[in-house]
């Protein structure tokens, strides 16, 4: 094949090759273990999306109404969603990617080259959006019993959607690069996003949604239903793919033609404007891009004395606090967090617990527990960012990390130490803050926060071992690693750690809350059965630190230089 698109498919085969690539036996387990777990999760969200939609249209008189602008909102959602991941997966792929001064050595036309980096931009960005949405189209279409035209319709307008805003971030991107360096311009634009994302979470918290369902605030709820009338922006890419689909729902097909028709003429659009850009603006912009990246210079004069030792122990410790700071992306990241504990607290404390058909105390109880797995959850989460990729961000020279005098062991349990303490800070912070504001018993306030103190450094370990069981040292950015197989099954193997503590403690307290509510005094049977689940979790949490760290021990001890 020759020509463009021989040319655009040599370049994208390394690409497209790795992927169809399974590998040995190790390489098809992994990949059918990830195919499970997505099944799993696109089931479970099929289920519970389908529920939803079936209890929303049961709302007389505005039940269609509702599912229709919940629909908009998802399409608008997702444009936001694709245009913000364009923006990155096209800085990652135009100008900041490793393999880039090779392939612009290679006899190819410029603009060629980056016609075949755009297709990889559109397919890293849009995936998983793609992905996540499907069977959130899929109940509508059950729901609504739509025949296949709506699947087709549904399909071609997300595929649309996903080409213009990609297209939209690459024009953006042609001309960023010519105020801010590539690697400046990235972690700008996260900051933007993170920032923004922020400030809309907070401005809808504030204006307190929950109260829309409030019988005392009948009339806000008819204000709430003409707005629902109102017509939304029409001059949005996501409003013409929702139309379309509405259409597609209705069985109108002229309609969700007109819609269809928009976004391919709006991309076609954006392609004849993105083709003479690129031929004239991508190789000046990729010249200036090739400038060292931005560092921003923390001081930090080591570990204080009293805590400092001789030895490449504290060296090491040293070592990893200061890449910590002097990571530029840390501070997006610890402002993220920041925010989010800010929400997490105030969600808690606009509970109506008063309104509840639940005697109060026990009410306060019952979310005390079910907070405590949310907070663990949430730790999973920022472990998966902060401690997961900390082995691979060694890099290539973690191989001066083996050849050191400290063993591959103590190298983990020092890494895992380094993140516990300020994770478990972090999680005693939410567990705390929150019992405090749903004022719940001083047991509850107890058994949380040693459960934490218990369970905090299994999930730290747990990321940290399966971490250096999986690396990445090739990985640009955290969250490449993060994402890798073996990141999908430290999210796995914690979620199920976690359940398995919820499961050996609910039991016990739940006797022993009921027993304190009623005044009845705790028999023998219920403290031995508390005492066996204490013990239970113990015993859990020490294996959760010892197995992973040995596991990744091992498997870097295999690995050759």
């Known amino acids: ?58 709302v007389e008189g505005i039940g269609d109404l509702l599912a229709y602008r919940l629909l908009s909102m998802i399409f608008a959602v997702c444009f936001a969603l694709l245009l913000f991941s364009g923006v990155l997966a096209v800085l990652g792929r135009l100008y900041l990617a490793r393999d880039l001064p090779l392939l612009h050595a290679l006899p190819v036309p410029r603009h060629r080259l980056f016609g075949a980096r755009f297709l990889e931009a559109l397919g890293e960005s849009s995936w998983m959006v793609l992905a996540f949405t499907a069977p959130l189209f899929a109940a509508y279409g059950v729901a609504f019993r739509a025949g296949w035209g709506y699947a087709l319709v549904a399909a ?9 805003a990609c297209a939209l971030a690459a024009l953006g991107v042609l001309a960023g690069v010519f105020l801010l360096p590539a690697a400046r311009l990235r972690s700008a634009v996260f900051a933007a996003g993170v920032t923004l994302f922020v400030a809309l979470y907070v401005a809808v918290r504030l204006l307190r949604p929950e109260q829309l369902v409030d019988p005392e605030a009948f009339e806000t709820l008819f204000a709430y239903v003409e707005a629902l009338r109102a017509p939304a922006l029409p001059i949005l ?14 069985g109108r097909t002229a309609a969700a033609a007109l819609g269809l028709g928009l976004l391919a003429g709006f991309a076609g659009s954006l392609g004849a404007l993105l ?38 122990t504290a060296a090491l410790a040293e070592k990893e606090i200061r890449t910590l700071l002097r990571d530029p992306g840390q501070g997006t990241q610890l402002f993220l967090i920041a925010a989010l504990l800010v929400i997490y607290l105030y969600n808690f404390g606009v509970l109506p617990l008063e309104r509840s058909p639940i005697q109060t105390a026990l009410l306060q109880n019952l979310l005390a527990f079910l907070n405590l797995g949310l907070a663990l959850f949430v730790l999973t989460a920022v472990t998966a960012r902060f401690a997961y990729p900390a082995v691979s961000r060694e890099g290539e020279a973690f191989w001066i990390v083996k050849s050191a005098p400290l063993s591959l062991p103590a190298f ?9 303490v300020p994770l478990l800070v972090l999680t005693e912070i939410l567990i705390v803050g929150t019992n405090l504001l749903l004022r719940v018993s001083p047991f509850m306030m107890g058994l949380s926060a040693l459960t934490v103190l218990c369970t905090v450094p ?12 999986y690396p990445d040292f090739k990985a640009e950015n955290p969250g490449q690693a993060a994402t890798s197989f073996g990141g999908l099954l430290f999210m796995v193997l914690a979620a199920a750690f976690i359940a398995a503590v919820l499961l050996l403690l609910a039991g016990p307290v739940h006797r022993i809350v009921l027993a304190g509510l ?31 760290l040995s596991f990744g021990a091992r498997r870097l001890a295999r690995m050759t230089p």
Do not use: D, N
């Open 156 to 164: 071609a307008a997300l595929a649309l959607l996903a080409l213009c």
């Open 412 to 420: 983990l349990r020092i890494k895992c130490a380094i993140y516990a």
């Open 275 to 312: 083709v003479p850009a690129a031929h004239r603006l991508y190789f000046a912009g990729f010249s200036r891009s090739q400038t060292a990246p931005a560092r921003f210079r923390r001081r930090f004069r080591g570990l204080p004395r009293a805590v400092r030792r001789p030895g490449p």
């Open 458 to 469: 299994g999930i730290v370990a747990l990321g940290i071992g399966l971490g250096a069981a």
């Open 1 to 58: 094949m020759s020509g463009w698109a021989g040319q655009t498919l040599r370049l994208l085969s390394p690409r497209w090759r790795g992927l169809l690539r399974c590998g040995p036996a190790a390489g098809r387990t992994r990949l059918l273990v990830t195919a499970g777990v997505g099944g799993v999760f696109a089931a479970g969200l099929f289920g519970a999306s389908r529920r939803v939609l079936l209890h929303v249209l049961g």
């Open 518 to 548: 009623h005044g009845v005094p705790l028999t023998p049977g219920v403290r031995l059965w508390a005492a066996c689940a204490c013990g239970a979790v113990l015993l859990l949490g020490g294996l959760a630190v010892a197995l992973p």
């Open 237 to 250: 890419p996501s409003q013409w793919a929702a139309e379309a689909v509405e259409a597609a729902l209705r």
